[in-house]
């Protein structure tokens, strides 16, 4: 293990300080601090500058009109955000560098494309989508494992300007089904199954559950990953997609999109059970996603660049497909488990391509804490040079174990802190300037302003816990809710004005201006760096014949951050068991997705509730965790929460 470069104690944290290694910051591709009085005094002019890097049919007239808390950007600016991955890198002399590659689960699987091949397959997909009825505005739904046709899909929609939804693969049929309906989706890309340990798992079966009651698809595009010979498609609605890109051409146009056109969709948790669509435009999401990516992870181009997410989120629309390619660097996806054949996996894709930058979430750094540091000591992983962490608060200790057995003591860490809704990092270091403290995301991005605010809408001093607010918009901030103003401008701009957006987090900026981001505020959990609504899995359990209530709580877990746990409330005399608890999780599982089943069942007579009749979900994530619960004399039936607790012990 390599010796810390340094052992600064903070006089609150007990933490050291990590300054950029001087090799590193003298190659850095920012490595000047005068950038952040820059941004800040000519935001407008710094983000034209950062657009200007792309390439625009036409330019915009002005960069930025904010009406509180509507955002435009690069208004009346004309482009193309598949042209700006793919094409420009061929028309500029690298049609023979590696775009993508894709590693298959089975370890003899793998594929790699170069930015021609990709432009030739983006554009044949492309094609293939227009003979289907697809045209700019029509959104198109995914549902697919990680496989190379989901990124060759998204740039295929982009290209045509048929803005995208992709639902993440582990989601149920009704997730699924909902989403349909509510984007009123014409086409559904899904596949016939995936490879997960090992194991061939069905997908087919559940987008064609989801396709009952899902009216607006027209036409269905299957991926044979699998090469299954058991599935029957319905001759005028579904088509495999190898027979339907097979005759098309290699060329198709881009359409002229205006800057603020939809680039995509993407539905997230909220509070309440009806998952919200983000929308994101194209222009300013190209900017800010292609900006953050080269700056954040100091990008060359030479680079290895992998991002371990799903595409399925966030994080690898923005950082593996938009961002990446935008800069012509050399983006990894992986379509398996961590374990398979064996734990040390990710260590061997790193070792397979010599992988330089790797982005990867807490969870998984924790679980391969836990699995001990033979696996990575196995695995040349001298060719890695910086590490990225998002998704939740990540723990000191696997940060530095992190930094120690993966970065071999060298590497600086970004922690970065975003979310759906930002589009792109907003909280970060920027690894040639920053002085690192493990566990904090640092600053706020250059040209952003963050800040903590107490409940009344006061700006908090140093290192008093409050809600994370920005104070300023930013290119890849989401315009809207889907077919929802009233919703966007209530959850994120109505807090503290409609010029303060209301991130839903709780944090604290310490004596040295550090952001410490503790996680959510509402009923959103944060499970292994996954968004689910507490809400969502309520009405789900709630659902089931034999519940006549339910509130669902995160417990505190090691390996994944918090863990949905379950007080149930049966109907009439029923009473509960370890086989009904099964069965309720299983239920759950069904419809939101296996990441949603509860960890726990916890039948119960009765729950804490206030005078009005509202659980206090409060209380009860405080028993969960082992804390002190406060004082209960505001309940309508204060004994219940002993009982509780004494049932926990
Ligand atoms: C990118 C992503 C967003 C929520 C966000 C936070 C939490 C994300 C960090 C973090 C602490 C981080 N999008 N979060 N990154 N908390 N430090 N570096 O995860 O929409 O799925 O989730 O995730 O609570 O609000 S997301």
């Not at 001298?382 to 940060?399: C, D, F, H, K, Q």
């Not at 107490?454 to 809710?481: C, E, F, H």
């Not at 040295?512 to 009405?539: C, K, P, Q």
């Amino acid at each position: 293990m390599a010796e810390k470069e340094s052992h600064i104690k903070t006089t609150l944290e007990d933490t050291n300080i990590y300054p950029p290694p001087e090799e590193f910051k003298k190659n850095a591709n920012i490595n000047d601090p005068e950038i952040y009085k820059y941004a800040e005094e000519n935001y407008e002019e710094f983000w034209a500058e950062r657009a200007e890097k792309l390439d625009w049919y036409e330019k915009w007239d002005k960069v930025l009109e904010w009406n509180p808390p509507y955002a435009k950007w690069f208004v009346n600016g004309k482009i193309n955000a598949s042209y700006n991955c793919v094409d420009r890198h061929v028309e500029n002399g690298k049609g023979d560098k590696t775009a993508l590659i894709w590693e298959g689960e089975p370890t003899d699987e793998s594929k790699k494309l170069t930015f021609s091949e990709l432009q030739d397959e983006v554009s044949k997909f492309a094609n293939g989508l227009k003979e289907l009825g697809v045209g700019k505005g029509d959104i198109v739904t995914f549902y697919l494992p990680m496989v190379p046709e989901l990124a060759i899909g998204l740039l295929a929609c982009a290209r045509i300007g048929a803005p995208h939804s992709v639902v993440f693969g582990g989601f149920s049929p009704k997730a699924l089904r909902d989403r349909l309906q509510d984007s009123k989706s014409k086409v559904l890309v899904t596949a016939d199954g995936y490879y997960r340990r090992g194991k061939k798992l069905k997908m087919w079966e559940n987008a064609t559950d989801a396709l009952e009651g899902a009216d607006s698809v027209e036409k269905v595009v299957v991926v044979d990953r699998l090469e299954r010979d058991d599935i029957s498609l319905e001759e005028d609605r579904d088509v495999y997609y190898h027979d339907l890109v097979e005759d098309k051409s290699t060329e198709c146009e881009p359409e002229k999109m205006d800057s603020e056109d939809m680039l995509f969709l993407m539905y997230t948790s909220g509070t309440t059970g009806k998952p919200k669509g983000v929308v994101h435009t194209t222009g300013g999401y190209l900017t800010g996603t292609s900006t953050t990516h080269k700056w954040v992870f100091d990008i060359k181009d030479d680079d290895m660049y992998w991002c371990t997410a799903d595409i399925g989120w966030i994080t690898g629309h923005s950082y593996i497909v938009y961002g990446p390619l935008a800069n012509g660097a050399t983006t990894i996806m992986y379509e398996g488990s961590p374990d398979y054949p064996d734990k040390d996996r990710f260590w061997q894709i790193v070792e397979k391509y010599g992988v330089t930058v790797l982005y990867t979430a807490p969870t998984a750094i924790r679980l391969f804490m836990k699995w001990g540091k033979k696996y990575p000591e196995r695995c040349d992983l001298s060719t890695l040079r910086l590490l990225g962490s998002v998704g939740e608060p990540i723990n000191p200790s696997a940060w530095e174990w992190y930094r120690d057995v993966i970065g071999s003591g060298k590497c600086p860490i970004v922690d970065t802190w975003w979310q759906t809704e930002t589009g792109m990092i907003l909280i970060t270091p920027l690894p040639g300037l920053t002085d690192l403290k493990p566990g904090s995301a640092t600053r706020p991005f250059p040209g952003l302003k963050a800040d903590i605010y107490d409940a009344g809408g006061k700006s908090l001093p140093a290192n008093q816990g409050g809600y994370l607010v920005i104070n300023r918009p930013w290119p890849a901030m989401l315009r809207t809710l889907y077919e929802d103003p009233e919703r966007y401008e209530q959850t994120y701009w109505s807090e503290y004005g409609p010029d303060v957006y209301f991130a839903g987090d709780g944090a604290r900026v310490d004596q040295d201006g550090y952001f410490w981001v503790v996680g959510r505020i509402d009923d959103v959990l944060n499970v292994a760096g996954h968004r689910l609504s507490t809400m969502e899995m309520e009405s789900a359990l709630v659902d089931h014949e034999a519940v006549a209530e339910a509130a669902v709580v995160g417990k505190p877990d090691d390996l994944k951050g918090h863990v949905p746990v379950a007080y149930v409330i049966l109907e009439g005399d029923r009473k509960g068991s370890d086989e009904l608890a099964q069965e309720l999780r299983a239920h759950v599982g069904k419809i939101i997705g296996p990441i949603g089943k509860p960890a726990a069942i916890r039948f119960s007579e009765d729950l804490p509730k206030t005078r009005s009749g509202k659980i206090m979900r409060r209380i009860l994530k405080k028993l969960e965790a082992g804390e002190d619960y406060g004082d209960t004399s505001t309940l309508r039936n204060p004994d219940i929460v002993e009982q509780l607790k004494s049932k926990l012990e």
